[in-house]
């Protein structure tokens, strides 16, 4: 069984608990993924055996703060296609969220890596919802002749890889900024009209 799922809904004041909780784990995590639980729960205004009981150890914590993160950005990407502009234009603002995200998030990655495991589920579900929301978007463009037919989410994801990679210095914004515009015209590249 899953422990970072509720078996049965929570009340009211529980699920405020353990959204408030998730919000600030997903915070501090990412600033240092060795924080204590109790300046977790401190910060969420709950003591610790309410974080205990909605989360059991650090594992589950981590795990479900990383999944409600990326949730979160998925979400937004159907959002973005608000029919006021190109979605390929949608699609690149997504993708420099993701990569904002990204690299607010490096500090857990070993934290994660050593709960779940570099094979795990976790991985492996949240990989699919970032590919279905490039997909998301990918479609849209498709439809109205922004992005080139031949592109698939899995590999706008593999290219994005390389941009979230920059290394940190003053001039990471402008680097990360160039290369997103970079992989975006090899969407536009071939683009036609909408279908």
Known sequence: MDVT???KPLRADAARNRARLLEVAATLLAQDAETPLETIAQQAG???GTLYRHFPERGALLAAA???EVAA??????ALLDGERPAVEALREWMGRF???AATKRGMGPALRAVAGSDSSLFAETRARIVEAIDVLLAAGRADGSVRPDVDGE???LA?????NVPDSDAWADRVRGLLDLVVDGLRYGAGTPA
């Open 5 to 7: 799922t509720p078996v």
């Open 46 to 48: 709950v003591g610790i």
């Open 66 to 68: 990383y999944r409600q």
């Open 73 to 78: 950005l998925c979400d937004a990407a159907p």
């Open 99 to 101: 990569v904002r995200y």
């Open 155 to 157: 590999q706008v994801l």
């Open 160 to 164: 994005m890889g390389g941009v979230w």
